[in-house]
DNA sequence: CTCCAAAATGTATATTTATACATATTATAC
DNA sequence: GTATAATATGTATAAATATACATTTTGGAG
């Protein structure tokens, strides 16, 4: 239930200018996803939104677009930096990351788990990895996910 | 004054992971700026600045950079210049494109269809969409199919 | 199925943020 | 200079958000 109104929440977002955890709650509620702004503000800050300056004076909620690389470079940082997203389909695992960082999230993947791996690709903002079974690729994404957000 | 306060707060924000506003407010009241926690609200909104999620499980103040620009006829418009064939295989839509207009055809194509889209890989004249069945394999190459002949 | 642990969520509330209103400051015109 | 308008800020508080704690739900392991 929490991946399919996180999703919806995204969508919202992006249809909407939704001025607050309230709004967005009554929103949800309405297509039938039962919430309290508590969750909401829960939801937000596991998908990385933002409040922001809307376009004539108020606010409004939206996707942090990309966040500052500071810090030093260890594999684990790298990738719980530049991935927006996890999900898998068949024996695929697709990893989207901030434009540009997919490269270096395929190489950090290939070095910590390149038994699990028969081969990753990498464009500029998504990373494809091949496992072995649809099993192999739900768990490496359950894994990544935990990874992930252990380290926000 | 206001002017010189909103350099040091974009200075501040970059150096420091800073949670609330209040915290903002005592390191400028520090630096010699003697604000108040409203004066600061009204800053950060004129910066655009946002409250984002920090590495480990906080907050923190960034700025939000540019969102991108939305314009689906644009976005179709790309797609039906730069498309040669459209074709799927399992869980795959592979898209041919005149050389170079991959990326912009990927980035279009996760735009437009972000739910479908399990992830897209564009190299320089070849894109690869993973979906999540076959099923969905083949409904999209008709749908791109019918987006694509409407539009020449 | 039962038990246990982990994850998700709600309730109530503390914390944080935005703003109405009053006052002060700065700029502009004369 | 003075008068007037526009901008900026503080105070007090309303509004919005985050979270401690309690409860429910979910996902295995046996």
New binding site residues.
């Given amino acids: 239930?929490?991946?399919t109104?996180h999703q919806h929440m995204m969508k919202l977002i992006s249809e909407k200018d939704i001025?607050?955890?309230?709004?967005?709650t009554e929103l949800l509620r309405a297509d039938g996803?039962?919430?309290?702004?508590?969750?909401?503000?829960?939801?937000?800050?596991?998908l990385g939104l933002v409040?922001t300056t809307a376009q004539f004076?108020?606010?409004k909620?939206a996707v942090q677009s990309m966040p500052e690389i500071e810090d030093t470079s260890e594999q684990l940082n790298i990738f719980s930096k530049a991935v927006v997203s996890i999900d898998s389909a068949l024996n695929q695992v697709v990893i989207k990351t901030y434009a540009g960082m997919a490269q270096a999230v395929a190489a950090s993947l290939d070095r910590m788990m390149s038994n699990e791996i028969v081969g990753s690709i990498a464009g500029d903002d998504t990373v494809l990895l091949i496992v072995r079974t649809e099993e192999t690729a739900m768990l490496t994404v359950s894994r990544l996910k935990?990874m992930f957000?252990k380290r926000r």
């Fill in positions: 239930m929490k991946r109104r001025k607050t955890q309230e709004q967005l996803f039962a919430v309290t702004q508590a969750t909401v503000s829960r939801d937000i800050k596991e409040k004076g108020g606010y909620y935990k957000y």
